[in-house]
Nanobody, 115 residues
Framework: QVQLVESGGGLVQAGGSLRLSCAASGRTFSINAMGWYRQAPGKQREWVAAINNGGSTNYADSVKGRFTISRDNSKSTVYLQMNSLNSEDTAVYYC?????????WGQGTQVTVSS
């Protein structure tokens, strides 16, 4: 089993920044990739960014150039640095981990961008 706990969400003005954190525990040795998804009110959950064990990253077009995903393997933590936030970034952000034992999700953290 892998447990994921997100933190760092909150209310920010348009143009501002936030950094989300996701701490993994349990069978972290089995994780091969981690990522972030988000779900806005009335919309389906969408993929935002991912990073694998080699450090390779990928981003959704909507956040490319504004968001940066990174990981600290010594802390089993993945981060999402979000800059130039706008109202369309308002959503619940979920951490995701893929491992040899399955796929895991955090409980989500709310990000609200005020215009």
């Amino acid at each position: 089993q892998v447990q994921l706990v997100e933190s760092g969400g909150g209310l920010v003005q348009a143009g501002g920044s936030l950094r989300l954190s996701c701490a993994a525990s349990g069978r972290t040795f089995s994780i091969n990739a981690m990522g972030w998804y988000r779900q806005a009110p009335g919309k389906q959950r969408e993929w935002v960014a991912a990073i694998n064990n080699g450090g390779s990253t990928n981003y959704a077009d909507s956040v490319k150039g504004r968001f940066t995903i990174s990981r600290d393997n010594s802390k089993s933590t993945v981060y999402l640095q979000m800059n130039s936030l706008n109202s369309e970034d308002t959503a619940v952000y979920y951490c995701n981990a893929g491992s040899a034992f399955g796929e895991y999700w955090g409980q989500g953290t709310q990000v609200t961008v005020s215009s």
